[in-house]
């Protein structure tokens, strides 16, 4: 019984914050077309899924289950740490919220966004430690079977492990304003490392299981993380790419002729 | 003359030569890793996506690989929209790139990541000997078609820019 109350409390914690954003999503759109700007639909219907999908991830069916069983705990983490944030980020909440925001406050939040603070944390390297540090933490210590005992931890974790996803993938992949920039070249070697450690904690999981999970539990797991995760980082690597191919254009006609 | 060559395909091609060969390079390279993949993994399943005998040097290696290849691969096919647009995309020498990137890769997984860091086999319960063969020999064939690519066009090139108006 205590049990089960604890279940749908550290639901109720970790949703309502989504829930709050989603909506606070919908009135920012609303203000800004009141204000008379535009927002593109297709915007407001990837920030939607976005919330929703982190939504699900931590209350619902999936959520219920992925207390007993690890392959729904993983796919919860997949939708909570990789594709939420990256539907959340491609739907440019920042931007969004400038423009709905009065002139003042936009001007302050721009400022937070400025400080040494936000770059230190959208810092690709930074980033990937907490995103990807925190998942060797969880899953290569006795966090993850100290996680399922304490609710404050649950709930910790959770919004940790959404909290440095959305870092990472805006640190990534600059779709909102990003005072703090650096190279492609520099992203991308970060990303990369970042992956292989996201794919080799894949395979670590599948060979070791963490404490009170099965074999065959962590095995589908943690392939499910590995080719999961793999789906989600393909969609990022194209939009990576895609924003190098629109820097990069050409801006004049070659002048082919006279070589 | 100038107006005429304007409207010729892959006319900057002579300027943008590394490029060619480093985005085939780059996509022969995701390509046999996604091959490996699909057909050795998830087709036959003589693959194991994890086995007991891997050092740790191999899974660092395969990992390492493994999230390159994908960056490799969309990577590689976005050069050659650039290169396309430049009007700089050489068939020939994409190619070249392609196979030494593929047979490179394969070289190394079949002996580095297959032999010495013992990731996995290529198959189970069978004699290994033939496979591996097999395995590295299309790695070396692939090695030197492409080199033999590289080598003709760039000596294409040299001519081609010695001549005048190219």
């Known amino acids: ?259 | 003359m100038a107006n005429n060559l304007g409207h010729m395909k892959g006319n900057n091609r002579y300027n943008h030569l590394s490029k060619n060969l480093w985005s085939g390079f780059l996509f022969g390279l995701g390509l046999a890793a996604f091959v490996d993949e699909m057909v050795f993994h998830q087709l036959l399943h003589w693959h194991h996506f994890y086995d007991k005998s891997s050092l740790a040097i191999g899974l660092l290696s395969d990992g390492f690989f493994h999230a390159f290849s994908w960056f490799a691969t969309i990577g590689g096919l976005f050069i050659v929209a650039d290169l396309k647009r430049r009007d700089a995309f050489w068939v020939s020498r994409w190619w070249g790139g392609v196979l030494l990137g593929a047979g490179i890769f394969q070289l190394y997984d079949g002996t580095i990541q297959h032999k010495l860091m013992r990731i996995h086999q290529i198959r189970y319960e069978v004699d290994i000997l033939p496979y591996d063969l097999v395995w590295n020999i299309t790695a070396i064939i692939m090695i030197v078609i492409g080199a033999i690519l590289l080598r003709k066009t760039g000596k294409k090139a040299i001519r081609g820019v010695n001549l005048p108006n190219g």
């Open chain 1, 1 to 259: 019984m205590d049990n089960q109350m604890n279940l749908m409390l550290d639901s109720i914690l970790l949703v309502i914050p989504f829930i709050t954003g989603g909506i606070a999503y919908l009135i920012a759109v609303f203000i800004s077309i009141r204000k008379g700007r535009k927002w593109p639909l297709w915007r407001t219907v990837l920030g939607l899924a976005g919330f929703l999908t982190v939504g699900i991830a931590v209350a619902g069916p999936i959520a219920e289950k992925a207390h007993m069983d690890f392959t729904f705990h993983m796919l919860s983490h997949l939708l909570l740490g990789m594709l939420g944030p990256l539907l959340i980020a491609l739907s440019a909440p920042m931007t969004l919220i400038l423009r709905a925001l009065p002139v003042s406050a936009a001007r302050r939040l721009t400022s937070l966004l400025r400080s040494t603070y936000a770059g230190f944390v959208t810092n690709p390297i930074v980033a990937s430690i907490l995103n990807i540090g925190g998942l060797w933490l969880l899953y290569a210590t006795d966090l993850f079977s100290l996680m399922h005992e304490s609710l404050l931890l649950y709930v910790i974790i959770h919004a940790h492990v959404f909290l440095a996803g959305y870092l990472f993938t805006i640190s990534l992949i600059y779709i909102d304003p990003t005072p703090h920039r650096y190279s492609f070249v520099y992203r991308v070697s970060v990303f990369i490392v970042a992956l292989a450690g996201h794919g080799i904690l894949s395979k670590y999981i599948y060979g070791f299981p963490p404490d009170g999970v099965s074999t065959s539990e962590a095995q589908t797991g943690g392939m499910l993380m590995y080719y999961g995760g793999d789906l989600i980082d393909l969609l990022l690597i194209f939009v990576l790419c895609l924003h190098w191919y629109r820097a990069t254009r050409p801006n004049t006609v070659p002048q082919q002729a006279f070589n």
